[in-house]
């Protein structure tokens, strides 16, 4: 199993995942995940976490173009934030 980002990773993963979606075209994804990380004002972290995981979810089911590496990506980070936000 893969390591999973804990809650100080996140915004470079995020990030990074960021590129790659602007990268391989998807530039609407990476601007959503950009914004999230960047100026999105949450209350609290399980706010972000939450709003975080709507999106990424969204990118999965939407996601047949994606490349395996990408979907990876979607899917570790969606099992991350769920890991995360059970201990809360």
């Not at 075209?25 to 995981?53: C, I, M, P, Q, W």
Request: charged share 25%; net charge neutral.
């Amino acid at each position: 199993m893969p390591n999973l980002a804990g809650p100080e990773e996140f915004p470079a993963v995020i990030n990074a995942l960021g590129d790659k979606l602007r990268n391989s075209g998807f530039v609407a994804k990476a601007d959503r995940l950009h914004y999230l990380v960047h100026e999105f004002v949450a209350t609290t972290s399980n706010e972000l976490y939450g709003e975080l995981s709507v999106t990424l979810r969204a990118i999965q089911r939407e996601g047949s173009d994606l490349s395996p590496e990408i979907a990876a990506e979607v899917r570790r980070l969606i099992r991350s934030i769920d890991r995360i936000c059970r201990w809360r």
